[in-house]
Structures are given as C-alpha cells and as structure tokens.
C-alpha cells in the first residue's frame, strides 16, 4: 500500500550537506506538510510514495535552498548608482545622500520585492537582511514566499527612519511583535558598524540579543581604516571594544571581517562567532580579501553572503560559492584551501547554524523545512560531469537553477519564478524609482 506525500522529487543527483561530502545519485526527497518526509532511493520511493505532485529532474543536481547570510534587500533599487568608489567615499558621497533623500516604507518594500525575485529565481531560499523599515522588508517577503531574517537596524545618527538608536529600537522591536510568528521571518539584532554605533547602544545590543535569543548581525573589520580610526579612537580593535562590551558570542554574525590579525581570529574562536563572507563586494569596493583559509583552521564558522545590490551588484551566490574558493586559494597559495563541498556549505548549513536555524534549514534531512533548489546540468557547457557538485561551484551559475521550493511550495517553475507580480510588474517597479532617481 503507497503512502501519501504532497511531492516527490526525483533528481539525477542530490547533495544533502549534512554528512558532508556526499553525492546520491537516483535518491529522490518525498515531501509532506511543507517538510521533508524522507530521502530513499528513487526506484523505492516510486514504490512506496503517492504523490500529489511529481517532479522528474533526469538531468539535475538537487542541493537544499541557498541562504544569504548578508544582504541589504532594499537596495536593489540602487543597483549601479555609485560604481567604482572606495567604501567610505561610497557609503559617505553617493550611498548615504540618496537614501536620505529617498528611502521610505515604500522603496523598501518595492526594492525587497525586486530582491527576493532575484534571489529566488537563483536559488537562495533565506536571507539574513539588514536595512531599514522591518515592517515593509516583511511585507515583501511574505508576499514573495520568501524566508527570511530581518535585522533590527540600529545606529546612533538620524536617518529618514529614524532620528537616533532609541526610535530604532522602539521600532525595529514593534516589528518584531507584529511578525515574529510568521513562519516565514525571524528578527535579528544589527547594530550597522562599530563606527556608526555607540558603546551605550552596543551594550543595549548584547542585553536585548541575550533576552530574546536572536542573532546580532554587524559589520566588522571591513576595511583598514576601520581599524586604525577604532585604534585612535578607543584604544583597541574593534573586535577587541566589542568583547570587552560583552557583545561577542555564538549569536553573532561578523560581516566581511576581512582585515584580521592572529588576536582577532583568535577572539572569534574563542566566542564561537560565524563569519559572513562577502567576497564579490569586498572586491568591488577593494577592501581586501578576508583570510577564509585562517578562519577555517580556527574551527570559525564562515557562510556567504552578497551583500547589498549597490555593491556587488548581483545577489547571486553561485557567484559567491566561486568566488570564496578562489579567493582563498590564491589567497593562502593552497590549491586545497576551500574544496567545491566546503564552498557549497558555506551557502547552506553553514550559513544556517549561524542564523541558529540548522535544525530547520541548510541541508536535505528527515524532518527539515522542505527548502530545496534544482540546478540543470544538461547543457554541453556542464558535460562531462564527473562530480556535480565541482560543476554547482565552477561551472553553473544561476541561470542553470530551474526549480526552488520554500517550505515545499514551488518558488520557480522551469527557470520562471512564481510570483503574484509578474516579470513586467518587477520591471515596472524598478522603472519608476529609476525615473524618481534621475528626476
């Protein structure tokens, strides 16, 4: 007697991340109230399983859904606004004045809209999200089907937001209450930067972080200057001020955290922190590459993030997968520093367990959230295929992702993505704050 799912799944390969390293081909995932019912071998799951929906993938590497673990959603809208600029001059010349003059409840929404649209149509099923306006990045998630993790932004200078660190958190926190039980969103803690966020405020960061069980999602080490003006202006490293604030610690997420020395990794080490790693942008805007290959022999958690559109400008981790294991090959001159398996982690449950969500996402496994991602490998660009798991992070990109589910429902059908705006609708958002822009 067969058993009733909603969906079976039949790839060529599949990839579960968790254990590490392995391929199985001809396996199929059977998938039932939104999660993962089981994972059996294709020939016995046609036996066993009656499936409301099939989907046959004769030619296709199935991986769990990709997770951003840094993105400005938002800023989408701003993609190619300020190209070709170092990160201060950027962020203080041409990033900070456009959004002061335009961010609203309205850019975050439509630019959160455009964003979950790209990121689901290349397979990214969560993303970890630091910007303004909770409340509109919500509704454009949920609208999109997407998961993700919204950060409480807080710095201590007034924005179109908010007019200091006491409003962002009054509001970032109603927010919270409002969507918290959304099975789509969790909230973070994100204080933007040691350089734009106070002592006072930090330690607010760390009691709040502590009392609602949240990540703390910041930007660390990004830049030499960075470091120097902390040097000058506190007497230590900005690592170091964040210890010593009792900040640091298995919550927390350092974005970029690129320039490091032996005592900043070990600081990491020491508190359990993840790392993530933003290799596009921080190429982009020369700030340097992060030392992966030291952080991984610390036992430091590294996940991939892309950062906002404005400074990367694709929200694309295929890209990401490639470039983190380049980068650190060249970097450390080690042709063996960050294996195609090890980049493919980092996108998933990697990047999950820094979120605090590995029980529910990041890998293919009985009982997890059905978050899944199909990449075709069925172009003569991806033949041969000796190991489809070298061909996700060498060889395909985006474009070869077919399918996506969130939660066992379908995100992107055959390469199209699923969603209540059409394509025209998402160009047509995009038009109209272009034209506001320029006007």
């Known amino acids: 007697m067969t058993e009733p799912v909603d969906l079976l799944i039949n790839p060529r390969w599949l990839v579960p991340v968790e254990p590490d390293g ?7 995932v059977a998938v039932k109230d939104g999660r993962i019912h089981a994972l059996t071998p294709t020939d016995e799951a046609r036996r ?21 673990l840094h993105v400005h959603a938002a800023m989408s809208l701003l993609r190619g606004i300020a190209d070709d600029l170092p990160l201060m001059k950027w962020l203080q010349e041409a990033i900070w ?14 630019g959160t809209l455009l964003a979950a649209a790209e990121m689901l149509r290349g397979g990214i099923t969560t993303c970890n999200e630091m910007y303004f306006y909770p409340d509109a990045a919500a509704e454009a998630f949920t609208e999109a089907g997407m998961r993700a993790v919204i950060g409480i932004t807080v710095l201590d200078f007034p924005t179109p937001y908010g007019s200091g660190p006491d409003e962002y958190f009054r509001k970032g926190l109603a ?8 099975p789509l969103l969790h909230f973070s803690i994100a204080p933007h930067a040691p350089y734009t966020v106070s002592d006072t405020s930090l330690e607010r960061v760390a009691s709040l972080a502590a009392e609602l069980d949240c990540p703390v999602h910041i930007h ?4 030499a200057q960075e470091i120097r003006d902390s040097i000058e202006q506190f007497g230590v490293r900005p690592i170091a001020r964040l210890a ?10 350092g974005v970029h955290a690129v320039h490091l020395d032996d005592s900043d990794c070990d600081t990491l080490s020491r508190f359990n922190c993840s790392v993530a790693h933003c290799p596009s942008s921080n190429m982009k805007l020369a700030s340097g590459i992060a030392p992966v290959a030291r952080l991984i022999a610390e036992g430091i958690n590294i996940g991939l993030g892309s950062d906002g559109a404005a400074s990367n400008n694709r929200l694309d981790l295929f890209q990401e997968m490639r470039q983190a294991a380049l980068l650190a ?8 520093a960050v294996p195609a398996h090890t980049a493919l982690r980092m996108a998933t449950l990697n990047a999950a367990q820094a979120l605090g969500l590995s029980s529910e996402i990041g890998s293919i496994e009985k009982g997890k959230l059905a978050d899944l991602c199909a990449v075709a490998l069925d172009q003569p660009e991806s033949r041969p295929c000796f190991d489809p798991v070298s061909h996700l992070v060498y060889v395909a990109g985006r474009e070869n992702v077919t399918e996506v589910w969130v939660g066992g429902e379908k995100r992107v059908g055959n390469g199209k993505i699923v969603l209540r705006n059409t ?3 998402l160009i047509g958002i995009a038009a109209l704050w272009q034209t506001r822009f320029q006007s």
């Open 175 to 182: 927010a919270r209450d409002r969507w918290g039980t959304h």
């Open 48 to 68: 066993r399983f009656q499936a409301t929906e099939t989907a046959d993938l004769p030619e296709h590497v199935l991986i769990p859904g990709l997770i951003n």
């Open 97 to 110: 004045p456009i959004e002061g003059k335009h961010v609203s409840h309205a850019f975050v929404r439509d």
């Open 220 to 223: 660390i080490h990004e830049t």
């Open 423 to 425: 394509n025209n609708q």
């Open 22 to 28: 392995i391929v199985l081909e001809r396996h199929s």
């Open 329 to 336: 090959k060249v970097a450390a001159l080690d042709a063996t």
């Open 244 to 253: 010593s604030l009792g900040l640091l610690g298995s919550n927390v997420i």
